[in-house]
């Protein structure tokens, strides 16, 4: 196989390290032809749609893209603000906020990029921009607590399928999930006690996951088993009964079976049984997007209402806030341990000397730059 040319190398360069945080995708606009451009990406992936390569090009190409495009545009549209995709805009903003936070513990000469792994920025692209840069030691951080082989495992399909054509390696570290780190649970923990502060306590409080089929779970993916402990923890902190709180999967796609309950059905039979307020936060997901503004704040509101609920609250995911930040600050320094990112003004200096002391001595032996 061939490699990817080198950027050029300029001797005496001190390296830089970097994080990447990275979240699912979005379309570059709520229209019927980005959104089938996104989607075709998605679905496209052997880790989101496990179904024979040749049997499902046919059901995606000819059945789904041509009708799911425009319907899932109009969705795209009713949650798009001026800034763009909340997704992208949560996340950029994560990304810049992480950098300040991380700027403030002391770390210098750390990078932190934001990069979709369907759409744009692409993380290919992303990973190329940095090594032109000089960051020598990547961090990937999945914008997914809980970890599964649909979301987390294909972001590493996607690291590794970049480096495959990379001559000259980075330094890489992943992280695997953080669905019971406790700076994750704190976060959580102040979101929901912050808005019952406003607004009083709900009846019931539903926890919604992203929803997979269950024979991932059948065949070995912990993805529900870390749903449910990020549950239990959250419950504990919140001090709640089991009677108190039900854990929920949405955004079920085709005929299998799914990870049970599904959430919709679950809203309406609480309302069923006479339940007049629930709250709903959707733990997996860290920036809100089109499954938490369009599918759980207005969909789901409108199926719990419809079958007798009078109050729907949805708690909208940790974005930007305080807590969230200082959690992921914690993540990514963890995950940094023994690079080179916190130095006193003399080592940083010693390191620059070193830099240039072996700049001089690379040209000496004839290298051009």
Not at 198 to 210: E, M, N, T, Y
């Amino acid at each position: 196989m061939s490699f990817r040319k080198e950027p050029p190398y300029t001797h005496g360069t001190v390296s830089r390290s970097a994080i990447v945080l990275v979240n699912l995708g979005t379309p570059d606009a709520p229209t019927r032809s980005a959104v089938r451009r996104y989607l075709k990406e998605f679905l496209s992936d052997p880790r989101v749609v496990e179904i024979p390569r040749a049997v499902w090009w046919c059901i995606l190409n000819l059945i789904i893209l041509p009708f799911r495009s425009g319907q899932s545009a109009k969705k795209y549209a009713s949650i798009w603000s001026r800034e763009g995709s909340p997704l992208k805009v949560h996340t950029q903003r994560q990304a810049e906020a992480l950098f300040g936070a991380l700027a403030e513990r002391g770390h210098d000469g750390v990078t932190v990029a934001m990069a979709m792994r369907y759409g744009s920025p692409s993380l290919p692209e992303v990973l190329a921009k940095l090594k032109a840069d000089g960051c020598e030691r990547v961090a990937i951080l999945p914008a997914y607590p809980q970890y599964s082989g649909t979301t987390t495992g294909s972001i590493y399909d996607a690291v590794f399928d970049h480096y495959r054509a990379v001559r000259n390696l980075p330094e890489l570290r992943f992280v695997r999930n953080y669905h019971d780190h406790e700076a994750y649970i704190r976060a959580l923990e102040h979101s929901v006690l912050a808005h019952w502060e406003a607004h009083g306590r709900p009846d019931q409080l539903v926890l919604s996951f992203h929803g997979v089929p269950k024979r991932t779970l059948l065949l070995g993916d912990p993805y529900h088993c870390e749903c449910l402990k990020t549950a239990r923890l959250l419950a504990a902190r919140l001090k709640l009964t089991p009677q108190q709180y039900v854990v929920t999967f949405q955004s079920r796609f085709g005929k299998a079976e799914w990870l049970q309950p599904y959430t919709a059905p679950t809203l309406q039979q609480l309302a069923r049984d006479g339940v007049k307020r629930v709250d709903v936060i959707c733990p997996g997901f860290t920036s809100d997007c089109l499954e938490t503004l369009e599918e759980i704040a207005m969909e789901a509101r409108h199926d719990f209402e419809a079958a007798g609920g009078e109050v729907f609250h949805y708690i909208p995911c940790l974005n930007e806030s305080p807590d969230w930040i200082a959690g992921l600050a914690e993540i990514a320094e963890q995950h940094m341990i023994g690079w080179p990112t916190m130095m006193t003004p003399a080592q940083r200096e010693a390191v620059k000397k070193d830099a240039e002391l072996g700049r001089e001595a690379a040209l000496r032996l004839g290298a051009s730059a």
